[in-house]
């Protein structure tokens, strides 16, 4: 298993809404060089993003070129999914914590399934879903494809996921058949809904006004 981080994640950007009901979008870039050989279980770290703060709703890869180096769409082995990978700092110490101050749970596919579906056709023929094997998922054969996101707010109390920062990224399941011949560039793009979330259990409770007089609320001014 290897670790592959995107410019984004080097220089440790945060991204994270500014207006809350407003759809946002977060993008950038990696290049995978000539010889890479993808192992199972690897991770490519995309970007990181404010979990608690947005419900992502649709993603977007467009890949210059098959990330599975065998000339055979059908040949080709690389297969995986999307989703959140908690936060490292340089020295691999975990940034990511829920409300209670726990360290927030990983969910490699929680973003798209490997049998995730385009919502926009994918621009290779053959190409009929994100991450499955025989060549089938564009994380093997490239091109250009929007999904929707699998991430849905649980309840109407929990809009974001319980987590300060996490990762989006590839986790590999299963591994490329052949080293790349030719470097692939990845250009990403996650949309998503801005929402607020108290990521304090203790932080103060919301002032009401039938409660003013008890001590249970935030006191009026």
């Known amino acids: 298993m290897a670790t592959y981080n995107s410019p984004q994640i080097l220089m440790a950007t945060r991204h994270r809404p500014i207006y809350d009901g407003l759809l946002h979008t977060c993008s950038g870039t990696i290049v995978f060089p000539v010889g890479t050989l993808i192992a199972t279980t690897s991770t490519i770290r995309l970007m990181r993003v404010q979990a608690n703060k ?48 726990s360290a927030a749970t990983a969910i490699p596919a929680g973003l798209l399934a490997a049998a995730t579906t385009p919502i926009v056709a994918g621009s290779v023929t053959s190409v009929t879903n994100f991450g499955g094997g025989s060549g089938v998922g564009q994380l093997a054969s490239g091109g250009v494809a929007v999904y929707n996101t699998l991430l849905t707010p649980a309840d109407a109390l929990m809009r974001g996921y319980d987590a300060n920062v996490m990762d989006v990224a590839v986790t590999t399941t299963a591994a490329s058949s052949t080293a790349l011949t030719t470097a692939v560039q990845w250009t990403f793009t996650l949309e998503f809904l801005a929402v607020g979330r108290d990521q304090d259990v203790n932080f103060a409770k919301p002032y009401v006004y039938a409660d003013r007089y008890t001590n249970t609320t935030q006191i009026s001014s």
């Open 54 to 101: 947005i419900v992502p709703t649709r993603f977007i890869l467009d890949a210059s070129g098959n990330l599975d180096g065998h000339a055979a769409l059908g040949s080709r082995s690389l297969a995986g999914t999307l989703g959140y990978v908690t936060s490292l700092d340089k020295n691999g110490t975990n940034l990511s914590f829920n409300a209670a101050g």
